[in-house]
Structures are given as structure tokens and as C-alpha cells.
């Protein structure tokens, strides 16, 4: 709880020194919260567990794999409330983007395809695009953004925005 007080210290005292924007202090807020660790203990497993807990998470996707460039990694997303993703794409023009053929709350035929991993332009913000083929063309893998762009430059795909925004974590 103290760490907490001491990020929101921080992000008014910057915010007041106009160092930082308010969409920039909220982001800050919200990278370092997704990036916060919880000690591993049998009272956090048990808790994990439990149905309410597990209500009181909303929109929690973890441990969904996805590629990048031909390569599985492991993401963890948190679709954002509407009023938050609306407020995301007006003004941050950095998001990334992640590709699906299934809404992402829903079970996936395909793995999802990600534009981004840590080094390598990565926000933890991330616009749900999806994927829809169009007809004469046989749903498929991508696996990589390139890929898709070019399926989307050649009419083999349409790509949908959904305006859904999820904070998206990726390990390997």
C-alpha cells in the first residue's frame, strides 16, 4: 500500500512540475502496476483460486500464447473498460496492435499474432485488430504482422478494429 502512495506521490509531483501529461502519468501508473510483482506463497496460490477472486479479475487473459516474427511467446492481457479504451485511442497514436480471429475473450482457433515484443517498440497498450477472411480464401495461421499485411494488402483478409483495448505483458 505504500508503494502505491508513493506512485501516486510521484506522478502529481510530476504532473504539477508538467513533466509529464495526465494520459502519460496514467499510462506510467498503469505500466508499473502491470509490472509489480507478487511474492509467490501458498496463500497467493490458494488465492489465485478462488472463485471470487477470479470474478473480481473482470477481464483477465493469462498465459495466452501468441506470435511474433515465428516465434511463441506467452501474453497476459486485461481487456481495459470501454471509456478507458476510447480515452487510449484518441490520444496515444503508440499503440500495438494484436491480431486475432476470435474476439480475444473467446476461445481462439488460431494463435493470436502480436507487432511488438520488449525491445523492440513495445507498449504495454494494445489495440484488438481482428482478422476476418474474405471469401474464396481458407482460414489459416499467420504468424507474423508482415504476413498479415500482406494478406491484408492482397484481399485475403479484412482487418476489423474493434476499439477494444487490452494491457498486454510478454515473456517467452
Known amino acids: 500500500?505504500?508503494?502505491?502512495?508513493?506512485?501516486?506521490?510521484?506522478?502529481?509531483?510530476?504532473?504539477?512540475?508538467?513533466?509529464?501529461?495526465?494520459?502519460?502519468?496514467?499510462?506510467?501508473?498503469?505500466?508499473?502496476?502491470?509490472?509489480?510483482?507478487?511474492?509467490?506463497?501458498?496463500?497467493?496460490?490458494a488465492k489465485g483460486n478462488d472463485e471470487s477472486t477470479t470474478a473480481a479479475r473482470g477481464n483477465e487473459i493469462p498465459n495466452q500464447q501468441a506470435y511474433y516474427d515465428s516465434m511463441l511467446f506467452t501474453i497476459n492481457l486485461m481487456e481495459m473498460p470501454d471509456n478507458v479504451s476510447a480515452t487510449l485511442i484518441a490520444h496515444n497514436s503508440g499503440l500495438n496492435e494484436i491480431y486475432a480471429s476470435e474476439d480475444l475473450d473467446?476461445?481462439?482457433?488460431?494463435?493470436?499474432?502480436?507487432?511488438?515484443?520488449?525491445?523492440?517498440?513495445?507498449?504495454?497498450?494494445?489495440?484488438?485488430?481482428?482478422?476476418?477472411?474474405?471469401?474464396?480464401?481458407?482460414?489459416?495461421?499467420?504468424?507474423s504482422d508482415d504476413e498479415i499485411d500482406n494478406?491484408?494488402?492482397s484481399g485475403e483478409i479484412t482487418l476489423v478494429n474493434t476499439g477494444e483495448v487490452y494491457r498486454c505483458s510478454v515473456r517467452h
Open 1 to 45: 500500500m505504500a508503494y502505491l502512495f508513493f506512485r501516486i506521490l510521484v506522478i502529481l509531483i510530476l504532473c504539477t512540475m508538467k513533466k509529464l501529461s495526465i494520459i502519460s502519468a496514467i499510462l506510467f501508473m498503469m505500466f508499473t502496476y502491470s509490472c509489480q510483482k507478487e511474492p509467490l506463497t501458498d496463500a497467493t496460490q
Open 106 to 143: 473467446d476461445p481462439q482457433t488460431f494463435h493470436p499474432v502480436i507487432d511488438a515484443i520488449p525491445g523492440d517498440g513495445m507498449n504495454p497498450m494494445w489495440l484488438q485488430m481482428l482478422i476476418v477472411f474474405n471469401p474464396g480464401y481458407s482460414p489459416h495461421q499467420f504468424y
Open 151 to 153: 494478406a491484408e494488402a
